[in-house]
């Protein structure tokens, strides 16, 4: 075998054994929710979401793939600002955030209802010590825009949107569909009493009936990770080295 090819076999299975390590996460694809109102599911123990009734409902249909997701309320208020908020605790997440201090997020996202031209009809935040560190805006025609730069997605079709929070350097990475968006951009503001806590997710509705007709915004598989540690994907290239230099010295 060469040389070269014995330090590819060493570092690929190194660096695959570290990747075959599950991050810690917690995933929301309401498959155990009930029908109707969001404010109080999931039963049982755990994080709750939280707001005023009336707002959004888990509905069968309109999830990604045709399962249940969230939906806002097809008899809407009337009123406005209502807010939605999703703030599972460190110890359902898991993971060593102390020593990470970066959390990775997504949502899958279908802006359904009839477009009304650029109306910014519902903001998602995520939070952290109850501040907004980000400002996710969804507008009735497709526009996403996140600090000031603008996507324009299909609509009536599924997105996912990811995001990459780092605590340690205050700063936050956004790519839709894959593609970047926006990169390394400072917080929007500093959560209270420092970055204690993962973060979750607050969703705001800006708008009434009659602004946006239906105010049709679907939404599905929330996930917040912390990312497995990368020291032993740092440690594959000089263990990968060692075993070449051994490798090549008995020849």
Same mark, same amino acid.
């Given at each position: 075998?060469?040389?070269?090819?014995?330090?590819?076999?060493?570092?690929?299975?190194?660096?695959?054994?570290?990747?075959?390590?599950?991050?810690?996460?917690?995933?929301?694809?309401?498959?155990?929710?009930?029908?109707?109102?969001?404010?109080?599911?999931?039963?049982?123990?755990?994080?709750?979401?939280?707001?005023?009734?009336?707002?959004?409902?888990?509905?069968?249909?309109?999830?990604?793939?045709?399962?249940?997701?969230?939906?806002?309320a097809p008899t809407y208020p009337g009123?406005?600002?209502?807010?939605?908020?999703?703030?599972?605790?460190?110890?359902?997440?898991?993971?060593?955030?102390?020593?990470?201090?970066?959390?990775?997020?997504?949502?899958?996202?279908?802006?359904?209802?009839?477009?009304?031209?650029?109306?910014? &009809?519902? %903001? =998602? +935040?995520? @939070?952290?010590?109850?501040?907004?560190?980000?400002?996710? /805006? $969804?507008?009735?025609?497709?526009?996403?825009?996140?600090?000031?730069?603008?996507?324009?997605?299909?609509?009536?079709?599924?997105?996912?949107?990811?995001?990459?929070?780092?605590?340690?350097?205050?700063?936050?990475?956004?790519?839709?569909?894959?593609?970047?968006?926006?990169?390394?951009?400072?917080?929007?503001?500093?959560?209270?009493?420092?970055?204690?806590?993962?973060? &979750?997710? %607050? =969703? +705001?509705? @800006?708008?009434?009936?009659?602004?946006?007709?239906?105010? /049709? $915004?679907?939404?599905?598989?929330?996930?917040?990770?912390?990312?497995e540690p990368a020291s032993l994907a740092?440690?594959?290239?000089?263990?990968?080295?060692?075993?070449?230099?051994?490798?090549?010295?008995?020849?």
């Amino acid at each position: 075998m060469r040389a070269g090819g014995l330090a590819r076999m060493v570092l690929g299975g190194l660096i695959a054994s570290t990747a075959s390590a599950a991050p810690a996460a917690v995933l929301v694809n309401f498959t155990d929710y009930a029908n109707g109102e969001i404010v109080g599911q999931p039963s049982g123990s755990g994080t709750q979401w939280a707001a005023g009734s009336g707002s959004f409902v888990v509905d069968g249909g309109v999830g990604k793939g045709g399962g249940k997701g969230l939906l806002t309320a097809p008899t809407y208020p009337g009123s406005t600002n209502i807010n939605l908020d999703y703030l599972p605790t460190a110890a359902e997440i898991g993971g060593d955030f102390a020593t990470q201090k970066v959390v990775n997020f997504s949502f899958d996202f279908n802006l359904a209802g009839p477009s009304t031209g650029n109306v910014n &009809g519902y %903001r =998602i +935040f995520f @939070r952290s010590n109850n501040t907004n560190t980000l400002q996710i /805006d $969804l507008n009735s025609n497709g526009n996403v825009t996140v600090a000031g730069t603008t996507a324009n997605v299909t609509r009536s079709a599924y997105h996912t949107l990811s995001g990459v929070v780092d605590y340690a350097t205050s700063t936050y990475s956004i790519t839709i569909d894959d593609a970047a968006l926006v990169s390394n951009i400072a917080f929007a503001a500093t959560p209270v009493g420092g970055y204690t806590t993962y973060g &979750g997710f %607050r =969703i +705001f509705n @800006r708008l009434t009936e009659a602004q946006w007709p239906n105010n /049709d $915004l679907a939404l599905d598989n929330f996930t917040i990770a912390v990312p497995e540690p990368a020291s032993l994907a740092a440690l594959a290239v000089p263990a990968g080295a060692m075993l070449l230099r051994r490798r090549t010295a008995r020849r």
